[in-house]
């Protein structure tokens, strides 16, 4: 499988506290890759610094090959990335159909002064961008609210959307950070069904989750972080019996 993604030797340090250090891992083109450990062992500042949010104090991440820290936001959806946060980044006041949009229109050309004079490129662009857009809320199922104001979904539903917002412009590369916080059983199958969905037409994941019933579903591979450290990776079957993993988190229900 070749390499999508290559984290080498990330640290970040605030201050006195370590909160990441030295992790390295790979995720390969198609593969599902999860991120777990207890709270405060690190994952979303490992995810800040993978999506250029944070610089590290140490290391450096290469995607397809090419440096990818260092490289400003904007740039990423460029490359073929896209991520979501613990915290909806939705825009409450737009319809479902204008925030799914908003997202094709991070990677297409259109600048204000095109957007101004109605030139031919936004024009187009604003089709592409509609015709993308579409498709997303089509995976999402969300059609019939595409007119709906995104402030009047309920929490599941805004999830779904910001979904569709990240997967709009079909990344190589979708980060998801807690994908399944905050819904229900049958929300939760949902989201991993799209999951599934796009693996099976060659996207990859790279995502942080609480949920282990869903970690030890979709993920190819996990890697488990604790205090900041890498202390274990490997698939699903050997997380679930390395003993380093059960005694820092897993715990004996689980396994
Ligand atoms: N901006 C910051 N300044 C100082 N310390 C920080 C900052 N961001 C994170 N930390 C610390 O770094 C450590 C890792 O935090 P982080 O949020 O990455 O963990 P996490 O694994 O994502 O936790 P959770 O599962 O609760 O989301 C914690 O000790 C946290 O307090």
Redesign the pocket.
């Known amino acids: 499988m070749s390499k999508l993604l290559e984290v080498r030797g990330l640290t970040?340090r605030?201050?006195g506290?370590t909160?990441?250090s030295d992790i390295s891992y790979d995720v390969g083109a198609g593969e599902i890759v999860a991120v777990i450990?207890?709270?405060?062992?690190?994952?979303?500042?490992?995810?800040?610094m993978i999506s250029c949010f944070l610089s590290p104090t140490n290391g450096e991440v290469y995607f397809k090959g090419n440096k990818l820290t260092g490289q400003k936001i904007p740039q990423l959806a460029h490359l073929g990335i896209s991520r979501t946060f613990?915290n909806l980044q939705i825009f409450h006041n737009l319809t479902v159909l204008e925030n799914v949009m908003m997202g094709a229109h991070v990677k297409l050309k259109t600048n204000v002064v095109n957007a101004a004079f109605r030139l031919p490129r936004i024009l187009k662009d604003e089709r592409i961008a509609y015709d993308l857009a579409l498709d997303a809320i089509h995976l999402v199922g969300l059609e019939e609210l595409m007119f709906e104001q995104a402030g009047q979904l309920s929490y599941g539903l805004q999830k779904q959307l910001e979904f569709a917002r990240a997967i709009v412009y079909k990344p190589d590369l979708i980060m998801l950070d807690?994908p399944m916080a905050g819904l229900n059983d049958y929300e939760t199958n949902r989201m991993a069904d799209y999951i599934k969905k796009l693996k099976s037409e060659g996207s990859s994941f790279l995502f942080?989750e609480?949920k282990m019933a869903t970690v030890m579903e979709l993920a190819d591979r996990i890697i488990v972080?604790d205090f900041?450290k890498k202390i274990a990776e490997g698939t699903p079957d050997e997380i679930q019996q390395n003993a380093k993993v059960i005694a820092a988190y897993l715990g004996e229900e689980v396994v």
């Open positions: 970040k605030f201050g506290v909160a990441v450990g207890p709270n405060g062992a690190g994952k979303t500042t490992l995810f800040n613990q807690e942080v609480h972080l900041g």
